[in-house]
C-alpha cells in the first residue's frame, strides 16, 4: 500500500488534451488526487471522461499535457502494480472458472494477494467453481474487482464498476471499496449512479466537453446549483403566475402537485400559503442530479472549482 509521507501525489494530470479529427474529447484538463482519496469523476455522456481515463491509465498518448501517477508514468505504476483498474467489459475468458481466471491472472505478477483473499474481498468466494460466461453481468464484475486487487494497487480506476448490480450488490461493492480507502489506497471511480457518487466519494469532478467545470466535496457541489425546490399540492395550479413570481428559475406542474425552483424559497411559500389554496408545503435544498445538470448542461464559461 502506499506510503503516506510520500509527497508525490496518487494523480496528476496537467493541460491534458486529445482530439479524434475535428472533435476535442478531451480540452487541457487539470486535476490532483493526494493519495487516499475517493474521487467521483462525473459528466454526461461524450464529456471525455473515458477519454481522459484511457490516458490516466497509459492506453492513450495525450496529444498534449502530462499524465503522473505518483510521480512517475502509467507505465511505470502498471509494471510496478501500483494502479490497476476495474473496466465495464472485456478481459475475461468465458470457458475458465472465477477462480482459474484468477489464477491465471496472478501469473501476470511478481508478488500478489492470495487467490482465496481477494475472491472472498470481492463477495465471490462462493463462485469459485463456477465458469464465467454462467456468472451474472454484476458477478462478472465482482471478478473484475478481484482482478484489480490482485496486485494490491496503491490507485484504483472504476470505469462504471457497479454496471448489472442489484442493489444490495452495488452496497456491498462499496463497503468494501470504502474499507480499501481508509487503509490508504486512492479510488477514482465513474459513474451513471448519482447515489454512489454522492454517498461513497469524499470528492467529486464533473466534467463537460473535456474540461473541470466543478471539483468539490457533495456539499460543495450541490451548493454551486444555487436556490431550493418549494413542493406543494395545489390543483390548477397557475404555472403562469406561479413563473412571474421573484426569482423564481422555474416552475413544474405534476398532476396536482407543484414544483418550484425558486432563489426565494420564503417569498414563494409565502405567496402560495396566503394567496393560493396549496397545502402540504415542503422546502428542499437543491440535491446532487440538480447540480449535475446546472454544472455540465448550461456550458459554464469557466470552471467552478470549490477549492478541494
Known amino acids: 500500500m502506499v506510503d503516506m509521507t510520500d509527497s508525490a501525489p496518487a494523480v496528476e494530470l496537467a493541460g491534458l488534451t486529445k482530439t479524434f479529427g475535428p472533435v476535442t474529447a478531451v480540452d487541457g484538463l487539470d486535476l490532483r488526487i493526494t493519495p487516499g482519496e475517493v474521487v467521483a469523476f462525473l459528466g454526461p455522456n461524450g464529456a471525455g471522461k473515458t477519454t481522459t481515463v484511457d490516458m490516466l491509465l497509459g492506453l492513450a498518448r495525450p496529444d498534449a499535457g502530462t499524465v503522473r501517477l505518483f510521480g512517475g508514468t502509467p507505465a511505470d505504476a ?10 465495464q467489459t472485456g478481459g475475461l475468458l468465458k470457458d475458465l472458472t472465477v477462480a482459474e481466471t484468477v489464477r491465471m491472472t496472478a501469473q501476470f505478477y511478481g508478488h500478489t494477494r492470495p487467490v482465496g483473499e481477494v475472491l472472498d474481498r470481492a463477495g465471490i468466494a462462493d463462485l469459485a467453481d463456477r465458469q464465467v460466461g454462467k456468472c451474472s453481468g454484476g458477478q462478472q464484475q465482482r471478478l473484475r474487482f478481484a482482478l484489480a486487487l490482485l496486485p494490491d494497487p496503491d490507485l484504483m480506476v472504476l470505469d462504471e464498476p457497479t454496471t448489472g448490480m442489484d442493489v444490495e450488490g452495488r ?21 451513471h449512479y448519482l447515489d454512489e457518487a454522492d454517498a461513497y466519494a469524499d470528492r467529486i469532478v464533473l466534467v463537460r466537453s473535456g474540461r473541470v467545470v466543478a471539483d468539490g466535496t457533495t456539499a460543495e457541489i450541490k451548493n454551486l446549483a444555487a436556490g431550493r425546490v418549494v413542493r406543494a399540492t395545489l390543483p ?6 406561479l413563473a412571474a413570481l421573484p426569482a423564481v428559475r422555474s416552475v413544474e406542474v405534476r398532476g396536482d402537485a407543484v414544483l418550484v425552483s425558486t ?17 402540504d408545503l415542503e422546502i428542499t435544498s437543491r ?16 470552471a467552478l472549482t470549490t477549492g478541494a
Open 78 to 87: 502498471v509494471r510496478l502494480g501500483r494502479v490497476a483498474a476495474v473496466m
Open 263 to 279: 432563489d426565494d424559497s420564503d417569498a414563494v411559500a409565502r405567496y402560495l400559503l396566503t394567496r393560493t389554496a396549496a397545502r
Open 287 to 302: 440535491n446532487l442530479e440538480d447540480a449535475f445538470l446546472a454544472l455540465t448542461t448550461d456550458a459554464p464559461t469557466a
Open 236 to 241: 390548477g395550479a397557475d404555472q403562469a403566475a
Open 171 to 191: 452496497r456491498d461493492f462499496w463497503r468494501a471499496i470504502r474499507a480499501d480507502a481508509r487503509s490508504g489506497r486512492t479510488i477514482l471511480f465513474a459513474t
